[in-house]
């Protein structure tokens, strides 16, 4: 299996722009997970799905970020507009059926 | 609310000293607390699960413990190799449909272990 895979890997943009991050889960994982990790605050839940269904998204910093997940193979992180204070790493992962997570490799944003 | 505190923050080692990392959690019961290992520039990599305190897991060099308070990841005759930071996640037990997944995580422990 190829994992969870996430793309842009990196992305450099300036502050106001549309910013958009994009996941495939591993195939028949079912829960989808969008994390934001920084040095000060660690990895932070963002959002999750279950069945491409929006189960929480009480950790969505606010109305300029959104999340879609159309169908169980794909999904997006959306930032709009974008700010200084977004610069972060985002991990998109699956869930498997013990409950652990298989994260991506991330996508490293910058807002200049 | 959910909390989990890692420490130490850093640890070096000399290739070959053993020692411990700590993770202590305080949550509304627990359904699970996982141990993750982050390479620089890459995701977390799931290595254990336990659920219930007194339950061990070893996976080579690692050996993680749990306690109704704290889990310990023990790495003995650690290799330069082991070098990563290591995190901690519970998930906390909810009522039945809540149908929630979510792990909070410890900020991680940066292990170095020197040649």
């Known amino acids: 299996d190829a994992g969870v895979i996430q793309s842009p890997r990196h992305e450099v943009t300036e502050m106001g722009q549309e910013v958009t991050l994009r996941c495939k889960p591993i195939?028949?994982?079912?829960?989808l997970f969008w994390y934001r990790q920084t040095m000060m605050r660690g990895l932070e839940l963002l959002i999750y799905?279950?069945?491409?269904?929006?189960?929480?998204d009480s950790g969505m910093p606010e109305d300029r970020f959104s999340a879609k997940m159309p169908n169980a193979s794909f999904s997006t992180l959306k930032i709009q507009p974008s700010e200084p204070r977004d610069s972060a790493v985002y991990f998109c992962?699956?869930?498997?059926?013990?409950?652990?997570?298989?994260f991506g490799e991330g996508s490293r944003l910058t807002v200049l | 609310e959910d909390q989990v505190t890692q420490s130490p923050e850093a640890l070096r080692l000399q290739e070959g000293e053993s020692s411990s990392l700590n993770c202590s959690y305080t949550?509304?019961?627990?359904?699970?607390l996982f141990w993750y290992r982050q390479d620089p520039g890459k995701g977390p990599e799931f290595l254990f699960t336990?659920?219930?305190a007194g339950e061990e897991k070893e996976k080579e060099r690692l050996k993680a413990t749990l306690t109704k308070k704290e889990s310990f990841l023990h790495i003995t005759a650690p290799k330069p190799e082991d070098s990563a930071t290591y995190l901690c996640?519970?998930?906390?037990?909810?009522?039945?449909?809540?149908?929630?997944?979510?792990?909070?995580f410890g900020k991680g422990t940066k292990l170095s272990v020197i040649p």
């Open positions: 992962a699956s869930r498997g059926q013990a409950g652990e997570l298989f």
């Open positions: 996640a519970v998930q906390a037990a909810l009522s039945p449909g809540a149908g929630s997944y979510q792990l909070t």
């Open positions: 799905f279950n069945n491409n269904v929006p189960i929480d």
């Open positions: 336990l659920y219930s």
């Open positions: 195939s028949g994982h079912n829960s």
């Open positions: 949550v509304s019961g627990l359904r699970g």
